[in-house]
T-cell receptor
Framework: AQKVTQAQTEISVVEKEDVTLDCVYETRDTTYYLFWYKQPPSGELVFLIRRNSFDEQNEISGRYSWNFQKSTSSFNFTITASQVVDSAVYFCALSEGSYGNKLVFGAGTILRVKS | DGGITQSPKYLFRKEGQNVTLSCEQNLNHDAMYWYRQDPGQGLRLIYYSQIVNDFQKGDIAEGYSVSREKKESFPLTVTSAQKNPTAFYLC??????????????FGPGTRLTVL
C-alpha cells in the first residue's frame, strides 16, 4: 500500500531563514510520481512540482528546491530565504503506476514565516 | 481564463438533508476528482472519474454520490447517509489517464457545515 509521511506538523521560522520540509513515501511500484502542493489560507491547493520515479535529478525553481532520493524514499522541499508569503500548509503526495492519477496525500506541514 | 470553479463557497445543511456541490472545469481535462479535507489532515479521495459516464469509488465513498454526464462537470452529492459531513471539499482535474503530465489542478473548495 502506498503511504506518505510528513513528520513535521508545524514549523515556524523568521523571514529570510532557509527551511526544509520533509516527505517520506512508501510504495511497491517501480513507476510512481511525487508531488508538492501549497495550500495558502484561501484553501485552494496550488501545484508546485511533479517528479517521476525515474528522474532523480534535483530541481530548483527560484527560491524553491527539491531533493529526491530513492535510496531513502524521500522527496524533501527547501525554501531559501523564506518570506511571509510562504506561510501556508504544504502537502506532499504520491501516485502509483504509469496509469496513476489517484493521489495519496501526507498530512501536511504548516509553515509559519514571521517578519 | 481556464480553471476549475466550485460553488457554493460556503454551504450549510440541516441533518437529514442531501446537498449537491458543484464542480466545473474548462481545462478540457478528462479526469476529475473529489477530495475531503478535515482540520489538520491531508486530503482523502471520495470519488474520481477518468472519462464521461464512468466513475470510481475512492477511499471514503460511503454517504456520497457523483455523476459525470459532461466532460466539464462532476457534481458531488452529500447524502444523509454521510454521518459526519462537515468538512472542506475540494474538486480537482487532470489531463488524461496514462499521461505523464498527471498533476491535478484544484478548485477553490466548498466548506460544508452541518447544523
Amino acid at each position: 500500500a502506498q503511504k506518505v509521511t510528513q513528520a513535521q506538523t508545524e514549523i515556524s521560522v523568521v523571514e529570510k531563514e532557509d527551511v526544509t520540509l520533509d516527505c517520506v513515501y512508501e510504495t511497491r511500484d517501480t513507476t510512481y510520481y511525487l508531488f508538492w502542493y501549497k495550500q495558502p489560507p484561501s484553501g485552494e491547493l496550488v501545484f508546485l512540482i511533479r517528479r517521476n520515479s525515474f528522474d532523480e535529478q534535483n530541481e530548483i525553481s527560484g527560491r524553491y528546491s527539491w531533493n529526491f532520493q530513492k535510496s531513502t524514499s524521500s522527496f524533501n522541499f527547501t525554501i531559501t530565504a523564506s518570506q511571509v508569503v510562504d506561510s501556508a500548509v504544504y502537502f506532499c503526495a504520491l501516485s502509483e503506476g504509469s496509469y496513476g492519477n489517484k493521489l495519496v496525500f501526507g498530512a501536511g506541514t504548516i509553515l509559519r514565516v514571521k517578519s | 481564463d481556464g480553471g476549475i470553479t466550485q460553488s457554493p463557497k460556503y454551504l450549510f445543511r440541516k441533518e437529514g438533508q442531501n446537498v449537491t456541490l458543484s464542480c466545473e472545469q474548462n481545462l478540457n481535462h478528462d479526469a476529475m476528482y473529489w477530495y475531503r479535507q478535515d482540520p489538520g489532515q491531508g486530503l482523502r479521495l471520495i470519488y474520481y472519474s477518468q472519462i464521461v459516464n464512468d466513475f470510481q469509488k475512492g477511499d471514503i465513498a460511503e454517504g456520497y454520490s457523483v455523476s459525470r454526464e459532461k466532460k466539464e462537470s462532476f457534481p458531488l452529492t452529500v447524502t444523509s447517509a454521510q454521518k459526519n459531513p462537515t468538512a472542506f471539499y475540494l474538486c480537482a482535474s487532470s489531463i488524461a489517464p496514462g499521461s505523464s503530465y498527471n498533476e491535478q489542478f484544484f478548485g477553490p473548495g466548498t466548506r460544508l457545515t452541518v447544523l
